[in-house]
């Protein structure tokens, strides 16, 4: 049995040892809590706020973030002092999985496709893979088509379930350009996603793709952001995606000039005979950046299903290209001329009764002729004498007449 100054020696060590260990658990903790917030309050890059006012703009405008996934690029696009959005850079998208076309359940690993709309509550300064927001899926048109999963993500790291995965580097500048923009007024931003840049040539190549009716939808959409410089207000009605008319008249007929010039482009491309194809994945892509700087031990943490990148974006042809033969350029007069000359060879070949009118003889018309060379001397005579009345008009009808019969 211990004697009493024994006992009380070993409860001060315990007191002393667990003291020590709640000030190192403290301290771990303030140290995580420090190294978040400098993660997440990280500034934006010098050279990024240098494009930005390039292009006529800061970091407390409001952003609009635009997603390809076909390129693997995210676009951030800035509204300038003009109140128009302008592309400032892109980024390369580290991994995004699934195929091309939206996403429709929880596990599919799609990731999604569609406008978004991100609130500052999405931000997530303290996720597991760095740095990371919502992106809002799923949305009104999801939910009208009864698409289910969440927490679709733009994030650090390389590994994506779903999400768009952009290398810790690369979601903490998004992070920050984010937090400024918010900082700056901006109570959300679009966050808009396409299969690919919704280009005529990328529509006419994949026409026959069951999601083409969707597709339409979202590049209506795209057409009317790059023709207009605004952030398209989105509705979903009757199942499909709705886009308000632009209060500027100038603005929604520049949007209805491109979209009818892009319409009418598909229409001519898929007629002279572009081929039409299906993207296959394994699942999902990666830039070619990334890829590249992998293969030279760039380090990008963790990367999701590495093998499967191996069949990325592999085109499947469904309908071959057809070239129409190129029209025959003009034929020089010089040469037409001797062609159809009276000592042409090609008029010795001649079909069966055939008579050129230079060789026919004007039986036909002699009579006429003959009758038009006797009066017209005499008319010219009475016209040059004044012994023709001259010819009745009809009174001109009063112009207020006129447009009431229109």
Request: hydrophobic share 40%.
């Amino acid at each position: 049995m211990p004697s009493p100054n024994g006992s009380r020696r070993l409860a001060r060590f315990c007191l002393r040892t667990l003291v020590s260990a709640v000030i190192g658990l403290l301290f771990v903790s303030a140290s995580n809590t420090l190294a978040l917030a400098e993660k997440a309050n990280a500034p934006i890059p010098a050279a990024t706020l240098a494009l930005m006012a390039a292009r006529g703009t800061d970091a407390a405008s409001p952003i609009v973030l635009r997603a390809y996934k076909k390129e693997s690029e995210i676009e951030v696009w800035k509204r300038n002092a003009a109140g128009r959005y302008v592309p400032i850079k892109t980024y390369p998208i580290c991994r995004w999985s699934g195929q091309l076309g939206p996403k429709t359940k929880t596990g599919d690993r799609q990731t999604p496709e569609g406008f978004y709309t991100v609130a500052k509550s999405q931000m997530n300064p303290n996720s597991r893979y760095y740095l990371s927001f919502d992106v809002g899926y799923p949305n009104a048109y999801d939910r009208a088509h009864g698409s289910t999963g969440s927490a679709v993500m733009v994030h650090g790291v390389c590994s994506s379930m779903g999400c768009f995965a952009m290398t810790d580097a690369v979601a903490g500048e998004l992070f920050s350009i984010a937090r400024e923009a918010f900082s700056g007024g901006q109570r959300a931003f679009q966050f808009q996603s396409f299969p690919f840049r919704m280009t005529a040539a990328n529509m006419a190549r994949h026409r026959t793709d069951p999601n083409i009716a969707f597709w339409r939808q979202l590049k209506e959409g795209s057409d009317r952001f790059e023709a207009t410089g605004e952030e398209p207000v989105v509705s979903v009605s009757g199942g499909r995606y709705a886009f308000a008319p632009s209060p500027d008249p100038a603005k929604e007929a520049a949007f209805t000039a491109l979209h009818k010039d892009e319409t009418d482009r598909i229409a001519a491309l898929v007629e002279e005979g572009a081929a039409a194809v299906r993207t296959t994945y394994s699942d999902g892509g990666q830039h070619a950046f990334w890829a590249a700087r992998i293969r030279q031990g760039f380090p990008v943490g963790d990367i999701s299903r590495p093998e499967a990148l191996a069949y990325a974006g592999q085109e499947v042809v469904l309908i071959p290209a057809r070239r129409r033969p190129a029209p025959l350029p003009p034929v020089p007069e010089a040469v037409w001329a001797v062609w159809i000359g009276a000592g042409s060879p090609s008029l010795a070949v001649r079909t069966a009764d055939f008579v050129p009118p230079y060789e026919a003889g004007t039986e036909r018309f002699a009579p006429r002729a003959a009758g038009y060379a006797q009066s017209w001397p005499s008319l010219a005579r009475a016209a040059i004498e004044a012994t023709m009345p001259l010819p009745e008009f009809a009174s001109p009808q009063p112009s207020v007449e006129k447009v009431a019969q229109r």
